[in-house]
C-alpha cells in the first residue's frame, strides 16, 4: 500500500508540473537620457561630449544633433563626417567643450561614420564644410540628441 502512495502522489506531482504555463522571457534595457552636450557625444561608452570640430554639419538636422550610439536618429544608411583627430581612442587629449562655446567655421573631415561608430563611405566628400547658417550648437534637440536645455 505504501508503494502504491507514493505512485499515485508522482503521477499526481508530475501531471501538475507538466501542466504548468510557460510564460516568455522579457528583457528590457534601458538606455536613460542622451548626453545633453553643445556640439554631440562620442558614439561609444560613457558617451562623453565630443568636442568642438569632431562632427561635420551633416550630423546636424535644422542646428540639432541627430544623436549618435543608442540614440542615433538619422536615416537609415547615414554616414557622416567627423574629424577623429577629436577622438579620444584616436590620442585626442585636448579640451573637451563648454556649454555655450560658439559654432565651427571650417571643418575637415578625414572618416565617416554611421550613427553607431563604424567607418564607411559619406555619399559626398568631407572637405570644404561649413556650419549651416543658424547653426547653434545643436540646441533644444528633441528625442534627446545634445544640446542645451
Same mark, same amino acid.
Given at each position: 500500500m505504501f508503494h502504491w502512495k507514493n505512485?499515485? =502522489? &508522482?503521477?499526481?506531482a508530475a501531471s501538475l508540473l507538466s501542466c504548468a504555463a *510557460?510564460?516568455?522571457?522579457? *528583457? &528590457? *534595457?534601458?538606455?536613460g537620457v542622451a548626453? *545633453?552636450?553643445p556640439y554631440? @557625444? =562620442? /558614439? @561609444?561608452?560613457?558617451? /562623453?561630449? &565630443?568636442p568642438y570640430g569632431y562632427y561635420g554639419p551633416d550630423w546636424f538636422?535644422?542646428?540639432?544633433?541627430?544623436?549618435?550610439g543608442?540614440?542615433?536618429h538619422g536615416h537609415p544608411g547615414f554616414y557622416g563626417h567627423v574629424d577623429n583627430r577629436f577622438d579620444p581612442n584616436h590620442g585626442y587629449h585636448g579640451p573637451m567643450p563648454g556649454r555655450g562655446a560658439q559654432p565651427f567655421n571650417h571643418f575637415q573631415a578625414n572618416e565617416a561614420r554611421d550613427g553607431h561608430g563604424n567607418v564607411g563611405n559619406a555619399p559626398h566628400e568631407g572637405g570644404g564644410e561649413h556650419a549651416l547658417p543658424g547653426y547653434? !550648437? !545643436? !540646441?533644444?534637440?528633441?528625442h534627446g540628441g545634445g544640446g542645451h536645455r
Open positions: 505512485l499515485a =502522489f &508522482s503521477a499526481l *510557460v510564460a516568455p522571457a522579457q *528583457v &528590457s *534595457v534601458n538606455i548626453p *545633453v552636450c554631440g @557625444y =562620442f /558614439d @561609444y561608452a560613457p558617451y /562623453d561630449c &565630443s538636422a535644422g542646428g540639432i544633433f541627430i544623436g549618435a543608442p540614440w542615433f547653434h !550648437g !545643436g !540646441g533644444g534637440a528633441p
